[in-house]
């Protein structure tokens, strides 16, 4: 027997759609768009790049640091604060805030009127979205009994594909008509009303009549050896930073792999991208959540196993796509390793919540989020782009010089010979194309850590 969100004892609950109540639906409703303001600004300012670089005179490292250290690194530090703080006090002002600040925050980046101004804004947008998957989680994580989790946080992170579709339709055709400022302003607006909305509407589950008492959290350190004592959450978080290093890689260079190996248009690459994160993105959340939820049995172990299965059919599938000897048998491959990919998008986030302490449920995901995003999303880009140069510079022929002095950023300089030219675009496309197997590597490794964490599993699913 278990409490349910309104603290009635109900039989254990079904898994799938059909035990879902209103209330349950409605959360849901809220913080899949809550999550997708989230998501659409990173995606955003990459289709922005191009015209920010050109109109504030930025340098590609300028651009680096807009997208990468001035978000990343604060996004998921910031997340453990801010979660210790929802752990203890009401979820639905937490958010609402957040919502308001990286909203506001987002607007106020079409207001920049420099590198400076625009690195000030990226980092307040990085704080404030570092609430967002930690609360929002437990929440789910609250609402739902433990063997719905693996699909209601599917559905959650809906929002990710759903933003990957959006993002190109926004940055592209606001930014063509009225200017890059402009589409800042159109996606960081909504986040100020449906912050709004959330504050009047929602309602937090740990106050509803009858709900379970929690306990609140304890110290800070002493909480993190309890978690960190836990073999299966360790196993999860290690799992997460090779994931999240795999999936960082391949979603940032496969674009390039597909432009130089295959001489695709923009256009072309655009169409692949948006078909594979975000159509073949939605089939494999929905997929991954279901076997969760489905095989959960007694202990849970399905949902660290459903991550597994995805990540070592992506490593298999990447290395399909990526020794292909044309662009038209690579591309079945691609959207099924997509599929394959966001197997975890659900389960992995259920196996934390299940794995946290009540009092926890926020901390736990946002120790994830450091696996995912301060470990695995920093390095595994870094990596794929250092082996590349490193083959890069051995597919370059000795006689021709060196790679990095006569290919700078991949191109022959102006007034190189047309030979140099064609040795720079082979070697480019060869050293990608070695690049591109570490990350089915780093997949596999994945694999491995999520089997283990499942059969490091001891507690049932009722606590």
Not at 23 to 34: D, K, N, R, S
Not at 245 to 254: M, R, V
């Amino acid at each position: 027997m278990s409490r349910s969100p309104e603290g009635v004892m109900a039989l254990p609950a079904r898994s799938g759609f059909r035990g879902w109540n209103r209330t349950q639906i409605y959360m849901l409703v809220l913080l899949v768009l809550l999550n997708m303001s989230n998501y659409l600004d990173r995606g955003v300012i990459s289709i922005l790049q191009e015209p920010i670089k050109q109109d504030l005179k930025l340098q590609d490292w300028q651009l680096g640091m807009i997208s990468g250290p001035a978000f990343a690194l604060l996004y998921s530090i910031a997340g453990i604060p801010v979660a210790r703080i929802a752990d203890r006090s009401n979820r639905i002002t937490v958010l609402s805030i957040a919502l308001a600040i990286w909203s506001g925050m987002t607007a106020a980046c079409g207001l920049a009127v420099g590198f400076t101004h625009l690195v000030i804004a990226r980092l307040g947008v990085g704080a404030a979205e570092g609430a967002c998957t930690p609360t929002s989680h437990s929440l789910v994580a609250d609402l739902f009994e433990p063997r719905q989790r693996g699909l209601a946080l599917s559905v959650l992170t809906t929002s990710i594909p759903i933003a990957q579709l959006m993002a190109p339709l926004i940055g592209g055709v606001v930014a063509m008509t009225w200017g890059w400022r402009t589409a800042f302003v159109v996606v960081g607006l909504p986040g100020l009303v449906l912050a709004l909305v959330i504050w009047l509407t929602a309602k937090e589950p740990r106050h509803a009549p009858g709900a379970a008492k929690v306990a609140s959290p304890g110290k800070f350190f002493a909480d993190m050896r309890k978690l960190l004592a836990k073999r299966d959450f360790r196993w999860l978080f290690v799992a997460s930073a090779f994931m999240g290093a795999s999936i960082t890689a391949t979603n940032l260079f496969t674009a390039s792999y597909f432009l130089r190996q295959f001489h695709l248009s923009l256009a072309q690459v655009g169409a692949l991208m948006a078909a594979g994160l975000g159509v073949a993105g939605l089939a494999g959340t929905f997929i991954g959540g279901w076997i969760g939820d489905r095989f959960a049995g007694t202990y849970g172990r399905s949902y660290p196993w459903a991550c597994a299965i995805g990540a070592g059919l992506a490593s298999i599938l990447f290395v399909i796509v990526f020794t292909r000897a044309s662009w038209q048998w690579a591309i079945p491959f691609l959207l099924l390793a997509n599929i394959a990919t966001d197997f975890k998008n659900g389960p992995n986030s259920a196996a934390a919540q299940n794995m946290a302490p009540p009092e926890m449920r926020a901390t736990t995901s946002a120790v994830l989020m450091v696996a995912v995003i301060a470990i695995g999303a920093t390095f595994g880009p870094m990596m794929l782009g250092a082996v590349s140069d490193v083959f890069g510079a051995r597919a370059f022929p000795d006689a021709l010089g060196n790679f990095s002095a006569m290919c700078p950023g991949g191109k022959p300089s102006p007034n190189a010979a047309a030979n140099i030219g064609k040795a720079c675009e082979i070697a480019a496309a060869a050293g990608l194309r070695t690049a591109m197997l570490v990350p089915c590597a780093t997949y596999m490794c994945a694999a491995l850590c999520f089997y283990l964490s499942g059969r490091a599993i001891t507690e049932p699913l009722e606590k």
